[in-house]
């Protein structure tokens, strides 16, 4: 198992553990992803919240 750095804690450096996943469409309504962390050392709770806005794109460029 290989730890990257990006499991580092912000706050202290310590390893962030890998909480679980929740569909974000539980929670709010709406299509994503929440995955927790929490920091093996300094106990800091990690939210990372997925931001699929689903932006509409413009149907070609026929904007003028
Ligand atoms: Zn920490």
Redesign the pocket.
């Known amino acids: 198992m290989v730890v990257k750095d990006r499991d580092?804690?912000?706050?202290?450096?310590?390893?962030?553990i890998w909480q679980g996943d929740h569909d974000k469409e539980d929670v709010m309504g709406v299509e994503g992803i929440i995955t927790h962390l929490v920091?093996?050392?300094?106990?800091?709770f990690v939210e990372y919240t997925s931001t699929d806005e689903e932006e509409e794109e413009e149907e070609g460029s026929n904007k003028k």
Not at 39 to 44: K, L, R
């Open positions: 580092g804690c912000w706050w202290c450096g310590g390893q962030l920091c093996s050392s300094c106990d800091a």
